[in-house]
């Protein structure tokens, strides 16, 4: 057991005033549902939720060869992105295995964000340091400089309207822009991990309380409730969309896990991976490995990461995440299966949950798309 204590967030406070049940997330001190899971998934699908996701770890890279450096240290083309636009990717140790996934956002010419995941952010504000070295650019950590509120939903825009004037009809999938929500300096962002429109509120740590409250009162009208990380990850399931530890690993690359579309080849210049990740994108095009599917659940029993997934008496996969599905009404799981077994309605394909195979239909991910 580590004796560090648990980094709390700057809403804290309030989560146990509205009674959450905390949980230590990657030395976070999280909430991690504050009533039921199940109603807080099904507002986000149908309404709106309020997310605190200040464990998430920003960093910031500023300077004349900013681009330069991330488009050297990440695997995407980092200087293509314009400014006011964030792009999904990853960054790589050089035999290819994924340190983390990531979104940057170009706030201006010469200034990135890098937001990485909590259990990663100081691995990655490591490795960007050292990679750093021989480009005229810095890297800062900024974990502290930031809390991190999102509102999910299909009501989130209605609701946030009522607090800027910030022009959020323009603002695109995978974009931000500067702006004031509730009197209260943002940077407005439009990156969701549900499956549904949402936006990422990027403020000062001291700020955070006014802001979730201006949000709660906004979105009382339509159903808005507080929601955890119980709630967040069965969405990001359902959306097919892949966690840091459970779908992405460092003993895997980015065409392992089916993403290899976020490694450019053709940007200028050499990058960290580049060798590694040429030869693993020959074997996935010539033999591919195990692929990431999503099995849903003839019956009512629930697989999690790391059960074996079967057929006909042999392991052909692992589960790596698993939970009922309040969409689906039926349990749901991604795992990694050999590609002969990989095709969705593949028969005979089973989980063994504790000694038994249960049976399990193989479907294309994601297991849920919204209605634009």
């Not at 997330?25 to 199940?38: H, I, N, T, V």
């Not at 314009?82 to 035999?95: E, H, K, P, Q, S």
């Not at 689906?328 to 309605?345: F, R, T």
Request: hydrophobic fraction near 40%; aromatic fraction near 6%; include cysteine.
């Amino acid at each position: 057991m580590s004796s560090t204590p648990l980094r709390r967030t700057a809403l804290d406070a309030l989560h146990r005033s509205l009674g959450a049940t905390m949980t230590d997330f990657a030395g976070w001190d999280m909430p991690l549902r504050y009533g039921s899971e199940r109603d807080e998934h099904l507002a986000v699908r149908t309404k709106a939720g309020l997310f605190d996701l200040s464990h998430m770890g920003e960093i910031t890279v500023t300077g004349p060869q900013a681009a330069q450096l991330l488009n050297y240290a990440l695997v995407g083309n980092i200087a293509s992105v314009g400014v006011g636009r964030a792009r999904y990717t990853m960054i790589c140790r050089a035999d290819g295995g994924i340190l983390d996934d990531l979104i940057v956002y170009r706030l201006a010419k010469s200034e990135y964000m890098v937001v990485a995941n909590a259990s990663n952010a100081q691995i990655v504000l490591d490795a960007l340091t050292e990679r750093a070295a021989g480009f005229d650019a810095a890297v800062r950590d900024d974990r502290d400089a930031y809390a991190l509120i999102a509102v999910q939903g299909p009501d989130s825009p209605g609701i946030l309207k009522q607090l800027t004037d910030a022009d959020l009809d323009g603002l695109k999938y995978y974009a931000g822009l500067p702006g004031t929500v509730a009197g209260v300096p943002a940077l407005i962002a439009r990156t969701g991990y549900t499956g549904e429109d949402g936006f990422e509120l990027f403020v000062k740590p001291e700020h955070a309380v006014a802001l979730w409250e201006a949000l709660t009162e906004a979105g009382a009208d339509v159903g808005l409730v507080p929601c955890g990380l119980s709630c967040r990850d069965t969405l990001r399931l359902e959306a097919g969309m892949p966690l840091y530890g459970h779908e992405l690993s460092t003993a895997l690359t980015p065409f392992d896990a089916g993403l290899g579309r976020v490694v450019k080849f053709d940007k200028e210049g050499d990058f960290v991976g580049r060798a590694a990740l040429t030869e693993a994108a020959e074997r996935a095009a010539s033999q591919p490995p195990r692929v990431l599917v999503g099995l849903v659940a003839e019956g009512r029993r629930v697989p999690r990461a790391g059960y074996a997934v079967v057929a006909g008496g042999e392991v052909i996969g692992e589960v790596t995440s698993g939970a009922p599905s309040p969409t689906l009404g039926k349990p749901i799981a991604m795992a990694y299966v050999d590609a002969a077994h990989a095709a969705p309605g593949t028969p005979g394909v089973g989980v063994d949950i504790r000694g038994t195979h249960e049976p399990y239909e193989v479907v294309a991910l994601p297991f849920y798309k919204r209605q634009k």
